[in-house]
């Protein structure tokens, strides 16, 4: 499954990259591709991934038990809704059957920062999976184009891009409508690049492209580098001392600013660890993958072989279990109210003095 996954994700950039190539092909090599990935990581994992009838057999169509379709798949693999890979890849399921061919170019144009995203994440889930030695890296190129490189080609592409028809567009918005504008920046969901012609000296140790990974950065650098991406600014170098696990929290202080969020108490055992196995944002304690995180939420600190959390992380807990209601609905029961001497005390203004002239008398 494996190597047909890998095959089918090698003819989707083939198709992309060659001049004659077909979008619709690439959709569907890329389906494919995710699709036999994730069974592979399922049958690796020992998780059965084909459907059952009610008295739990399995369901059989042409001989052969069904297994999940690719959208299963994702929400198996990515419990988070708003997780940018799985919306990335949802996006193609959903774009896959509406190709118009007369359209492909226009289109091709303007999800071309979704499409890189979508190989990206590929290769990403296949190496954390299965290791560097299944990395499809050694035999992918940068393709060489004329059209982002100049003015016309620029104006072309608008051009190519304004062609596409309503229904199209509108199906890619509807789709985004609902989705976190921060999930629309996030390069898992779509990875854009701003093409800048290296000058200076060359050194035997260049590559004709250089890569910023924008996890490796920190937090200023990479705001940076956001702003220049959607501006065109120019970037100055700086040099910043890395700080370990900056503006992370260990689980107590996740539990303290919780607290401080909602009128109950909030602690890290059970709901803080009931609340990260739930919703599926970092595995079991010594599971075999400590890295397969959500790290929007949470990350696996290598140094303290321990996970830490973000600030993320926080509002997300107060979304999903910030009133009574929420509270008692995902963890069925009642919440414990705070102590009264955890809550502020009210301040009570003394009475104002009377100013009646005979009661200033009896006061003397």
Sequence with gaps: MLIESQRHALKAVDEWNCSGGNFS???????????????AE?????????????TGESRMIDGESKAWELRQC???????SDNPVRLNVELF????NKVEHRYEHSLKV???????ALVINYEQELVAHFG????LADQLRFPITLQSLTAEGQAQQQAAAAKLPKSTRDLVAQFEADIDPAVLDDPKYSYRVRLVPIVGKKTDADLAINFVNLDELTEDERTVMTEAGRTGAV???FKYRDVADKGKMLPKQVACEVEAHVPFEFHVQPEHTEMWRRLGVRPATKAANPYDTVDKYCVYSEVFSTYVYTDAWVAKIVREIGTVEKYRAFFGK????????ALPQQVVAPEPVPQDEDVMGKIA
């Design 110 to 116: 303007v999800t071309g920062g979704k499409c890189q």
């Design 235 to 237: 970037i100055s170098k």
């Design 334 to 341: 009642e919440p414990r109210r705070k102590k009264l001497s």
């Design 74 to 80: 994702l929400k198996e693999r990515f419990a988070e």
């Design 25 to 39: 092909d690439f959709l569907t090599h890329m389906h494919k591709a995710w699709l036999y990935l994730l069974h």
């Design 42 to 54: 399922f049958h690796m994992a020992g998780i059965d991934y084909h459907y059952e009838t009610e």
């Design 93 to 96: 399921v959903t774009l896959r």
């Design 132 to 135: 560097m030695s299944h990395s």
